[in-house]
């Protein structure tokens, strides 16, 4: 990147913060705080929260888990900074446009497929193991996919390619997601939609009636790479529907590896930053990084820490 890229880039980061806030810094593991389940707990709704138009119902014990799946962050936009920008839209403004198309602040991240596809599957060990310790019952998958209702949901193939965030200009605390790649445990399938032009939460609705459950839960957690270190990140996303709400939590933070990942960076015109991922240091990261983040997410779920949750539903 030349010396004016860069320098037009710094400048449309300060403009920006200022317009639109920018973030905290995500936290490395070793300085979050969470080294046993007492302190996770604690710390579970520092690091989720929830739309308060759509606060998710609580007062569940059996559960449908329709979907359990990783959101891989692909491709992304991250600022110079450490504090990531609340909005990013240099890209769509003339003096922004010439920076982007040079390769400025643009993100490519190379991951093991293989390892790609195990990941989801250690994970969902985990969170199921959680659930269970905090008193839920899950339903079983084959009396879930046998349902009728179940029939008619639109799937998605693993490694699903989301394409929907190609143009988002909303930042997290490690940069702007702009592709993911989603990767179900093995089991579940990836829910896009509803096949006769319901919503998804309306056929869950109807799936929980008839398998005799209390609610119905989607889980995806998002995972990636910011700067050198693994990350699960920011609107990872918890949706929970019973049969009179719905709603979701929401990660309200990223937490990064202590331990670097990344073995090689290119950089490339218009493409920008190709970073390529070490898949052994990546999954020994990720795998320090998942059991709090998966415990945390667990307890929101099971303890409902936050005020708003009680108020909206008693």
């Known amino acids: 990147m030349n010396r004016t890229s860069l320098k037009c880039t710094r400048i449309w980061i300060g403009f920006l913060c200022l317009a639109a806030g920018c973030h905290e810094p995500a936290a490395r593991l070793s300085e979050a705080g969470l080294q046993d389940t007492a302190k996770m707990k604690a710390a579970s709704g520092t690091y989720w929260g929830q739309d308060t138009a759509k606060v998710p119902p609580t007062g569940y014990r059996k559960v449908v888990l329709l979907e359990f799946a990783v959101e891989y962050v692909t491709e992304k936009l991250e600022s110079l900074a450490d504090h990531q920008p609340g909005v990013v839209i240099h890209e769509f403004i003339p003096i922004g446009l010439v920076t982007s198309l040079a390769g400025a602040g643009r993100i490519r991240i190379q991951l093991d497929e293989e390892l790609r596809k195990e990941l989801p599957n250690e994970m969902f060990r985990h969170f199921e193991a959680q659930l269970r310790a905090e008193g839920l019952e899950l339903v079983s998958q084959e009396k879930i996919r046998s349902a009728a209702a179940y029939q008619k949901l639109t799937l998605g193939e693993p490694g699903h390619t989301d394409l929907g965030h190609a143009f988002n200009v909303a930042g997290t605390d490690v940069g702007v997601p702009r592709l993911l790649v989603i990767e179900p445990a093995e089991g579940f399938d990836v829910i896009l939609g509803a096949k006769d032009g319901r919503s998804v939460e309306d056929v869950e609705k109807e799936l929980i009636r008839e398998v005799g459950a209390d609610a119905a839960l989607r889980a995806r957690f998002r995972v990636s790479v910011y700067r050198q270190f693994a990350s699960i990140e920011k609107w990872s996303i918890l949706r929970v529907t ?73």
Request: proline share 7%; glycine share 4%.
């Open 242 to 314: 019973m049969d009179g709400s719905s709603g979701f939590h929401f990660a309200a933070r990223s937490l990064l590896s202590d331990e670097t990942v990344v073995s090689k960076e290119d950089f490339l015109p218009v493409a920008g930053i190709i970073k390529q991922i070490d898949p052994e240091r990546f999954r020994a990261a990720i795998q320090t990084l998942y059991p709090p983040y998966l415990t945390m997410a667990a307890q929101v779920l099971t303890q409902a820490p936050f005020s708003t949750v009680q108020s909206a539903t008693e």
